[in-house]
């Protein structure tokens, strides 16, 4: 089967950087998704990698390794708006057309 | 430009009733999706659309049913309501099956009592 793992929450300070882990277990799969979620809202799209590498947009960086199965999302600059759940996804390539998402990491940003 | 559009936004249904929770896209998008989320955790996918006519099973599909008409519309149909259906659906909409840019909706909040 799939499977995701995210670590449940992760502090951070306002202004650092903040990285979110997510490792994964699938046979294969188009590319891994970042989703963002704040509380009583609905998830916003992020970050997409289909290579393994880095892709940027503005302060959120994703990283994707397939050999190693793990897959990142890093925040700069962090605000007190990032205070959110994110998820990471992924879209399998068997079995039809399904995105299947990770428990979610919640983040939360001190002042 | 609305997006994704789902109604009702909140709903409390006593068990065995029936309802339908309505979705609608207005980006020409083929691809639809219905998930539900629990407090605290991740979604899961119940069922998916790739276009008009055609639907299939997610990963928790049981108690439920989908049909797609139009490209635009993607109702999903709850039968005989049980407490463990307790949750927050949301519908989505892309362009591609690759899993990015997902666009969802506001959320229907269901209570099953």
């Known amino acids: 089967g799939q499977s995701l793992e995210q670590p449940s929450e992760v502090t951070a300070v306002e202004g650092a950087i903040v990285q979110i882990n997510c490792t994964y277990q699938?046979?294969?799969?188009?590319?891994l998704s970042w989703y963002q979620q704040h509380d009583g809202g609905a998830p916003t799209f992020l970050s997409y990698n289909a290579l393994d590498g880095l892709e940027e947009t503005g302060r959120f960086s994703s990283f994707l390794s397939r050999s190693d199965s793990y897959g990142y999302l890093l925040l700069q600059e962090l605000q007190m708006k990032d205070s959110a759940s994110y998820f990471c996804a992924v879209s399998l390539a068997t079995g039809g057309f399904k995105t299947i998402f990770g428990a979610g990491t919640r983040l939360f940003v001190k002042a | 430009n609305a997006g994704v559009t789902q109604t009702p936004k909140f709903r409390i249904l006593k068990i065995g009733q029936s309802m339908t929770l309505q979705c609608t896209q207005d980006?020409?998008?083929?691809?639809m999706y219905w998930y539900r989320q629990d407090p605290g955790m991740g979604l899961k996918l119940i069922y998916y659309?790739?276009?008009?006519?055609?639907?299939d099973k997610g990963e928790v599909p049981n108690g439920y049913n989908v049909s797609r008409s139009t490209t635009e519309d993607f109702p999903l149909r709850l039968e005989l309501a049980a407490p463990s259906q307790t949750s927050v659906y949301f519908c989505a909409s892309s362009y591609s099956s690759r899993g990015d840019g997902y666009t969802f909706g506001s959320g229907t909040r269901l209570t099953v009592v």
């Open positions: 659309s790739v276009g008009a006519g055609i639907t």
């Open positions: 699938t046979s294969g799969f188009y590319g």
């Open positions: 980006m020409n998008h083929n691809y």
